[in-house]
């Protein structure tokens, strides 16, 4: 039986393009069999300028099985990302990675099915189910973050918090028993994203990530009817279960168990990386935490409840958020498969080429920031965001297939920061440098070690 996420069980994909198609492509082969997936995954940002300098912003790679065409630069961010021409496929480009952990998730459909499903999906971030999941922030934050004080491991503590809020917003309910299982299900299931062996062995990090979602789908799958039927119910789960297409149909049961999947994996996974990041730059730069700080107890007191009104206020913190973001975006590179033929930085790219983009390697260009390296929210003010090419920081992704829980990632963050730093004050040891993770989310390997002092 052909796999998920192979091209015999997808006959609708585009054949593939061969190394022979893209030979004309500069750009480097690898190692045997492994290609250049292990330099990839060991330092993309730094793989990725080194191949920039020294093939310029059109390159060919052989990562994760296939050769790979990468193309740079913001200009190409728009054009892949806005795909005004609909050259791009997000499903096919995702696909080979992730059908068998996370197949029919928004990322990986397509045009006309994707806009129906997202506009379906859409119903959990209106502003009524928005205003309850600042209620439940507000009270989890308020009752969690007092508890963090001394030595803290920040990166697992936080991923337990937004596992929490998941489990509040998404769910309507706490996890309870259930927590830890499903914890690990999603922990395995992204590190089995970017495993080496793509087939589900027993005890290889794929036959991991496959139980895992079997697991999910055991726990999602029997709650569905109960929560159609009940019109009560808020959270973002029985929102999904009640959701029509346009056509006026529901989304059948394993499309829900799909995207809930997908949805709380992205919530999850891609704001414990990045309110992680941000926490690490606000301790390595006092002054600005300073700065946050003042910002915060000018909106609301020490630890009380930010109203949904008050979240346009936190400017400063959605910069230095913003800025965290561009210095280690939550996805480091995003592929996509091209439907046909089609031209770029004087190269012709066939149909079927494997195609990608890293915000991780433009977000430090010095044609698009100065001084990319150095940590500075004022990037983002109006005045020095004027002229700056859209498409030069794009951590949420762009076009149709924009991150949907883009403001529930702002809202969450700005929450957290203000219950966090109106009440403590990060710090780390002189000297102190985290060794990254860059794939498949960055995260630090140690866990970030970090003191919360009472104020």
Known sequence: MALASSEAANPHWTPRATARDLAHIPGENGLPIVGTTLRVLSDPVGYGKYLVDTYGKVFRTNAFGSPTVSMVGAEANELMLFDRDKLFSSEQGWGP????????????????????????????????????????????????????????L?????????????????????????????????VDMVQASVAPIRRPIPFTAMGRGAAGRKYLIGYFGPQIEERRRNPNRQDMFSQFCRATRDDGSHMSDGEIVDHMIFLMMAAHDTI???????????????????????????????????APDQLDSFELTEM????????????????RRALRDFEFGGYKIPAGASVGISPAT???????WEKPEIFDPLRFTPENSKGRHKYAWVPFGGGAHMCLGLHFAYMQMKL????????????????????????????????????????
């Open 272 to 306: 414990t990386s990045s309110v992680t990041s941000l926490v690490w730059l606000l301790a390595k730069h006092p002054e600005w935490q300073e700065k946050i700080r003042a910002e915060c107890l000018s909106i609301a007191p020490a630890g009380s409840a930010i």
């Open 320 to 335: 230095a958020f913003k800025e965290a973001l561009r210095l280690i975006p939550p996805v480091p590179s995003m592929p």
């Open 97 to 152: 990675l992730l059908n068998l952990l996370f197949p029919r998730g928004l990322m990986l459909i397509d045009f006309d099915h994707h806009r129906m499903d997202r506009r379906a999906l859409g119903v959990a971030f209106k502003p009524e189910p928005m205003r309850g999941y600042v209620a439940d922030m507000n009270r989890i934050f308020a009752d969690q973050l007092p508890k963090w004080r001394g030595d803290l």
């Open 362 to 368: 433009v977000h430090k260009m010095p044609e698009y």
């Open 416 to 455: 957290f920061i203000h219950h966090l730093l109106t009440q403590a004050r990060v710090g780390v040891a002189d000297g102190y440098q985290p060794e990254w993770q860059a794939w498949p989310i960055p995260k630090p390997k140690d866990g970030l070690r970090v003191r919360m002092v009472p104020l």
């Open 154 to 186: 920040f990166y697992p503590a936080i991923k337990q918090l937004t596992l929490d809020v998941a489990a509040s917003s998404f769910l309507g309910v706490p996890l309870g028993p259930e927590a830890d299982k499903v914890n690990k299900a999603f």
